[in-house]
């Protein structure tokens, strides 16, 4: 794809995309949506489940239960309290006390009722009505008049002086409750599939940003985006696509210049050394090394240059099988140079930049210290990449700079034995370009340590 149809189709959104619905309204429409899904369904609870029936108690099971102390239901407690407080003049509450101490034969002073169901409404009055007059009314509210439901207490003074209180057991849950959390138990399992698939479905999209960042990182040609989704997604896609545009653009650029003035130095310094052909011999040759020197720098700049701007095909390759075929060679040529055991480290990358990442460091400490340990191993989804050497090392101030493009470390490596100070330079290069890092330190024991990591 050249750059104009790669710009063009970057700015240019498809008319489908216009007529998307926004982000906006799709996270607006499915909270909506989710929300009148559970009210239905807190409906379909409220119709379809039976109303509480609440458990009602006679005066006369009271009474059973104060004189036996103990109930078979267990739905009363009975416990030794201090003297009650005086409870409410209700008629009604009144009535139950006298019907509890009868049924006890004791004064009625001794028995002391507190329904709190005068206080409003109760689940008896709204579930079963009275029935009119000539239906059972009367009737029904004679029988309910002996009857305890709800929160109650009932206070017994027994003959001793001592007071015993009556009560239902307090429950957390009742079946009824059970019911209803059930029910809220599988509506949340009901909505929660369309609720993961929607929100997956909206979140793709932010997911796609970052993995293309991530890919941007291994690799600046990498394909642009794809211009789907809501119009906002849409619109942030085009304009990483753009920048990614103008960062290659950015990059080609500089590469092209550096290209042009390396190729340019060539002119003049092919005409000095014609000059200097009729110099005197001590000026001749020094003059001569100079150029040599400097013609090689021109050389292994543009080697750079073509390296780093060649079109490369990413695939999947075996890091130590490079790394084994690197030692060979190295050993091959007389150096001392050690590959450590471990397992296969397959990853996805530029086989030939990768190699030559390899080499560089291997032949640097070979030439510089004389031995080189290679070391491999992954962790944490990072292919980990060290050659050690015993060597004389770098200063701190050098190790800053060791990367920077035509640094040399005179300390340790002089003019005679020195190369061009793009090893490394290249060496961080193709690391970053495939996403990862290079670093170089001292050794504690001596020599350097350079260390390489490559995302698997």
């Known amino acids: 794809m050249t750059a104009l149809a790669r710009r063009a189709s970057v700015v240019a959104l498809p008319g489908s995309l216009s007529r998307s619905w926004p982000l906006f309204l799709r996270i607006f429409a499915t909270m909506l949506v989710t929300v009148l899904f559970v009210q239905v369904l807190n409906f379909g609870a409220f119709v379809l489940m039976p109303p509480p029936s609440p458990v009602i108690f006679t005066s006369s099971r009271i009474a059973t239960v104060a004189r036996t102390g103990r109930d078979a239901s267990h739905l009363l407690t009975i416990h030794a309290t201090g003297a009650p407080r005086a409870a409410a003049e209700n008629p009604r509450d009144l009535a139950l ?178 000059r200097l052909e009729k110099a005197p011999d001590d000026l001749r040759l020094a003059g001569e090394e100079d150029i040599r020197e400097m013609s090689d720098r021109i050389g292994a700049a543009m080697a750079f240059v073509r390296e780093m701007t060649r079109h490369v095909r990413r695939q ?86 060791a990367f920077e493009p035509f640094f040399r470390a005179e300390r340790s490596r002089s003019r005679d034995t020195g190369g061009t100070g793009l090893g490394l330079a290249s060496v961080r290069a193709v690391a970053r370009a495939h996403g990862g890092d290079a670093t170089i330190a001292s050794r504690p024991g001596g020599g350097l340590l350079a260390r390489v990591t490559l995302p698997v």
């Open 97 to 274: 006390a006298r019907s509890i101490a009868s049924d006890l034969r004791l004064p009625a002073a001794s028995v002391l009722v507190e329904s709190g169901q005068h206080k409003g409404p109760t689940i008896i009055g709204v579930f079963r009505p009275p029935l009119p007059m000539g239906m059972g009314g009367p009737r029904q509210h004679r029988a309910m008049d002996d009857a305890l439901f709800g929160d109650f207490t009932v206070s017994i003074r027994r003959p001793d002086g001592t007071w015993l209180m009556v009560e239902p057991v307090e429950r957390l849950l009742s079946p009824w409750r059970m019911r209803f959390v059930l029910w809220f138990v599988l509506a949340a399992v009901a909505i929660a599939p369309l609720a993961w698939g929607v929100s997956r479905r909206i979140a793709k999209p932010i997911a796609l940003f970052a993995a293309a960042a991530d890919r941007l990182g291994r690799d600046p040609r990498a394909e642009p985006l794809t211009l789907t989704g809501p119009s906002e997604i849409a619109e942030a896609a085009a304009a990483f696509n753009q920048m990614q545009e103008r960062l290659n653009r950015y990059v080609e650029d500089r590469t092209t210049l550096i290209a042009a003035v390396a190729h340019d130095l060539r002119t003049p310094l092919m005409r000095l050394s014609l």
């Open 316 to 401: 999947r390759l075996d890091l130590r099988s490079l790394a084994e075929s690197v030692v060979s060679d190295a050993s091959d040529a007389g150096g001392d140079v050690m590959l450590h055991a471990g397992p296969s480290i397959v990853m996805e990358g530029d086989a030939p930049s990768l190699k030559a990442l390899l080499t560089n460091l291997v032949s640097n400490a070979v030439k510089y210290a004389g031995n080189a340990e290679v070391t491999l191993r992954s962790e944490r989804g990072v292919a980990i990449i060290e050659v050690a050497d015993t060597g004389p090392g770098m200063l701190p101030s050098d190790l800053v700079r």
